[in-house]
């Protein structure tokens, strides 16, 4: 079985807050969902998934609530998908944006990359947080979402 140990940016050491990741988990988008499924068992499964969870009009992840996702494929095999949650309703930009950080940190330790969302320009999509395990990454951006702002979860394949 492959697994993957974060190493520090020098190669020399493991990060001490990194854990290694299975060949499986790298693999594992959410739930039963993974890399390199078709667009058919993809819909079946996301379904399923939606299902489960008795979302409506939004959906959790955790505490990250998100209104839209986005699947992406390349010759029908999945390698991304996105959630996102427009702010200013119920939370605030950085409400959204701590949840959704708070769900990955649980489950990935602290990120490979983070910046302060002051430094974000406001004129493009910034990236706030990014995890690295092995060939998946995550990243948690802030954008303009349908015109507003918004926070997206990335999950997506080397």
């Keep these: 079985m492959s697994e993957c140990n974060y190493k520090a940016k020098t190669?020399?050491?493991?990060?001490?807050?990194k854990k290694t990741f299975t060949y499986a988990e790298q693999q594992r988008v959410i739930?039963?969902?993974n890399f390199d499924i078709s667009k058919k068992q993809f819909d079946n499964l996301y379904k399923k998934?939606?299902?489960?969870?008795k979302c409506k009009s939004g959906c959790t992840i955790d505490k990250f609530e998100y209104y839209t996702e986005y699947a992406k494929f390349k010759n029908d095999k999945l390698y991304s998908i996105e959630f996102a949650?427009?702010?200013g309703y119920e939370k605030s930009i950085p409400e959204i944006l701590n949840d959704a950080y708070q769900f990955v940190k649980s489950e990935y330790g602290e990120p490979d990359i983070s910046k302060k969302l002051s430094s974000w320009p406001g004129n493009q999509i910034f990236t706030v947080y990014k995890w690295k395990i092995g060939k998946k990454?995550?990243?948690?951006?802030?954008?303009?979402?349908?015109?507003?702002l918004g926070v997206r979860l990335l999950i997506y394949k080397n």
């Design 85 to 87: 949650n427009i702010g």
């Design 137 to 148: 990454n995550i990243e948690i951006n802030v954008d303009r979402v349908k015109m507003e």
């Design 11 to 17: 190669g020399d050491q493991p990060l001490p807050s």
């Design 49 to 53: 998934y939606l299902e489960s969870k």
């Design 31 to 33: 739930s039963d969902i």
